[in-house]
Every structure is written in structure tokens, then in C-alpha cells.
């Protein structure tokens, strides 16, 4: 490895290849699969995009919320986690969760049970809540939006900036 004095190496159980870090950061692996080098190289360039430093932590909490694609609550991001990086403390995460939100790398979604649950999608959208199974799943309707923007334009709410409109939308999914 002398030959490579400006890279990182070392072998990645988990994916099961090895995995090249250049000097521009870059991860370069050979393995199985490139749809993972693509997802990891998405999440250190988002980290970068908002002045973060990347860190295992961070690509391992955006990761989790990126597979488990449910709207995860922490416990489920921690059960995942901990699978492939056992040695990440639970407070970790949490403070982790804390700083992608603050910097609207995710966002935070609230059950009718007050559980908190995460977002990796920070584009426009909205969610159907299904109050039986605490199913969230996510609902753009560009049509929708312009509506509600119209309509709250219209009414011009007294002494009140409206930032964002999001919707939850509760009902219950077919089984």
C-alpha cells in the first residue's frame, strides 16, 4: 500500500469489497455493487453541500433513513445501524438526527402516537398518515400545492408569514 500513500484502505465487511477514499474524498470501490458507491458518494456530497464534515456517523444515520424508506423512527434507525457499525452509541445518533435536521438534510415527522419519525425526502411533499398501522408514506401533488398557496395567499392571515404547508393527510391504507 506504500504506492498509495494519499488513500485510505481497508476492507468493508458489510458490502463485502474494498473500498479506495482518494485524496479528493471520492470513494472508489471494487465489489459488488455500484448502486451502494453511488448512494455513499450522494450522502458525503450532501454533507459537503452544507458545510458538514463527513463522518462515518452522519453516512452511516442518512444510510438507514435512506434503506429503511418508511419514515423511521430513531429505535429503527439505531436497530439498523447497529447491525454494520456496532461501536455507534445511541446518543450519537440522536445528535447526529439533530444536526441533518438542523441543516435540512432531513426532517422530523410526527405520529398521532407522538412518536418521531424522520424524512429523507426535503422536496415539497406531503403525507398519508394511516392511523391504524402508523404507515407514513409520501404524497406530491404539484396541483395540490398551488392550490393551498393560492388559497392562503387569498386569505392573507394577519400577522402571519407562512413558510411552508405541509399536509398529513389520515385515513387508513387497504390491506
Known sequence: MS???NHRYYFQNKYKFFKFVNSQGRIILIGKSFN???M???IRDKLKSKGL????QRIAV???INKLSNHPAADNIIEYIRKTHPSIATGTVYKVLDV???HGLITKVKTDRDIMRYDGITEKHHHLYCSASDRIEDYMDEELD????AYFEKKRIPDFKIEEIKLQIKGNFSQ
Request: no cysteine; net charge neutral; charged share 35%.
Open 62 to 64: 442518512l444510510e438507514a
Open 100 to 102: 441533518l435536521v438542523d
Open 40 to 42: 455513499i458518494n450522494k
Open 146 to 149: 398551488e392550490m393551498l398557496e
Open 53 to 56: 464534515k463527513v463522518t462515518l
Open 36 to 38: 451502494i458507491v453511488l
Open 3 to 5: 504506492s498509495r500513500k
